[in-house]
């Protein structure tokens, strides 16, 4: 015990809360792997109460009594704790060790929590504590939910209800995450307990907020319950006031903060406020965090697909001498078809990807994008039926086109193809029982005349090309070159009009038929 009261010393005479945090951590220093089983076999049940009151204190009393009887029960919880740990490890109690661990370390962070009333008075510099403590309870909280989801699955499980191929039990989402409801429940107070603090900014525990906000935006993302978070959102909003300035706090607080508002802006389908708190975390993000960098382009990326209408290069997706590139097995396909306009290929690789998007919650985003593709893959019938020289295009030509995209030739150009005799075009104009018809082209042709996308976000003080070179630079730290083939503008996808009466769509003359795209 007395190597863990020495910290606890040092750190109390310092003022060093991440100090006095790392004495409260499950987990032991590698630089003394057996620390945490000593300090558990230097005491028992009988004598754990006068032990730690003994080594709390040993030295001139400088904490006051109160305080120093608070700190004596949390690291009794502490002991506790770490002794469900060492028996989970050992194997002694097989069966319900996580439920068991995560109910101790509760303990400590309920006691933790009561340590901060005026009673006690822990002081805000030992913030830190609270939050390592709450890191670890959503751990052990998930554990938890593991094991009993593992027990109810040995046991025979609840009834299963298959819908469209995706079951979900009947047990509910209450049941299959009871801890870690409990657990949000609790780092929810903490929450409470720096949002509350009323006490002068240079002593207050508001200086915990954001660190503790992401932890229960983490939470909340694992329960799905998005609701809630923003519910948080709206009270800070409430205290912005009260609160300092965001830029005072820690980069990593401010980063993993605005990764997460943009998130959220981003599921609402907010995407100019989801590009502007994504575009400010990865701009803050450490060089060498590509990891994290990884995972905001993973949402900067769809963003930039309806606030930009831009797709980015092969050379941003692919890192040379990487055995893994997560963003272009993401993007790298689907990216190919909308730069191509092959519908098919769109849709294959999109049911191809399905998973994957769905569980970083992007399908709807990149499914959208079928409008890009739809966008080039009529451009390039136009420009096939002459361009600029022909203002004027029926209806039943764009129509046979779609039908000609869905033809078994989707990684060819329309005019290979048709040398290739992979397709009849005398036949493009007569659709089957299961193609899509014309007047179903004709309403997709209105939907991209009507959509206006602004294709530079009024919250970026960067033209898309030196934006997105930016966020290369700091992605591979080199200059790489972005190709997006887009110029700003804030025209719909195509510019013109449908004339029903004649059949045949009427582009514009004079400016751009197909904004963005240059011609």
């Known amino acids: 015990m007395d190597t863990i009261f020495q910290v606890f010393h040092q750190a109390q005479s310092q003022y060093n809360g991440p100090l006095l945090a790392s004495t409260l951590s499950p987990i032991p220093s590698t630089n003394d792997p057996t620390l945490l089983r000593r300090f558990y076999k ?7 109460q006068g032990d730690v009151q003994k080594y709390i204190k040993a030295r001139p009393s400088y904490l006051p009594n109160p305080e120093a009887t608070a700190w004596i029960d949390v690291y009794v919880a502490y002991w506790k704790a770490l002794g469900e740990i060492l028996r989970a490890e050992t194997g002694h109690h097989r069966d319900d060790w996580a439920v068991k661990v995560y109910e101790a370390w509760k303990d ?17 510099w030992t913030m830190p504590c609270l939050y390592t403590v709450g890191k670890y309870l959503r751990v052990f909280a998930i554990k938890a939910d593991e094991e009993q989801a593992r027990k ?45 603090d009323r006490a002068p900014l240079e002593e207050s525990r508001k ?47 401010i980063v993993t903060f605005k990764y997460y508002v943009g998130v959220i802006h981003f599921l609402d389908e907010e995407y100019a406020r989801a590009e502007e708190n994504l575009t400010e975390a990865f701009y803050m993000c450490h060089k060498g965090a590509h990891k994290n960098k990884e995972l905001l ?11 930009s209408q831009s ?30 306009g092959s519908l098919e290929d769109f ?9 994957q998007y769905v569980k970083r919650r992007i399908y709807l985003s990149v499914e959208r994008a ?90 970026s003080p960067f033209p898309l090309r030196q934006e997105l070179n930016i966020i290369s630079r700091h992605l591979y730290h080199e200059e790489r070159e972005v190709d997006s083939d887009i110029q700003p503008s804030s025209q719909g996808l195509m510019k013109g009009y449908i004339s029903r009466e004649h059949g045949i769509v009427v582009l514009n003359r004079k400016g751009e038929a197909f904004p963005g795209t240059g011609v």
């Not at 400590?108 to 805000?124: C, H, K, M, N, V």
């Not at 849709?347 to 998973?355: A, F, G, K, V």
């Open 311 to 340: 797709v980015p290069s092969w050379d941003f997706l692919f890192k040379p001498g990487s055995q893994s590139n997560p963003l272009l097995d993401l993007f790298g396909d689907v990216r190919h078809a909308i730069r191509s």
């Open 108 to 124: 400590i962070l309920t006691l933790l929590i009561r340590g901060y009333s005026p009673a006690s008075g822990f002081g805000a």
């Open 207 to 253: 200086w915990g907020i954001y660190n503790t906000t992401n932890l229960l935006f983490k939470t909340y993302f694992k329960l799905n319950s998005i609701g809630l978070c923003k519910n948080i959102l709206r009270a800070l909003q409430a205290t912005k006031a009260d609160l300092p300035p965001i830029d005072n706090f820690p980069k990593s607080h």
């Open 370 to 459: 079928r409008d890009l593709c739809l966008r080039n893959f009529l451009r390039r019938i136009w420009l096939l039926e002459g361009g600029k020289e022909n203002t004027r295009v029926k209806v039943q030509t764009f129509a046979a086109g779609v039908r000609f995209s869905l033809c078994n030739t989707s990684h060819l150009p329309p005019e290979r193809a048709v040398r290739k005799g992979r397709c009849d075009p005398h036949e493009w104009t007569e659709p089957k029982e299961d193609d899509m018809e014309n007047d179903e082209v004709e309403c997709l042709i209105a939907g991209l005349i009507y959509k206006v996308h602004s294709l530079k976000s009024p919250l």
């Open 297 to 307: 382009l993973t949402y900067l990326i769809p963003t930039h697909l309806h606030t």
């Open 42 to 48: 230097d005491s028992n049940v009988f004598s754990l």
């Open 347 to 355: 849709t294959i690789n999109l049911e191809r990807y399905e998973s």
């Open 152 to 196: 109810s699955d040995e046991e025979g499980g609840p009834v299963k209800m298959e819908t469209d191929g995706l079951g979900d039990d009947l047990m509910g989402a209450g049941e299959k995450n009871k801890w870690l409801e409990d657990a949000a429940r609790v780092i929810n107070e903490v929450f409470r307990l720096c949002i509350s």
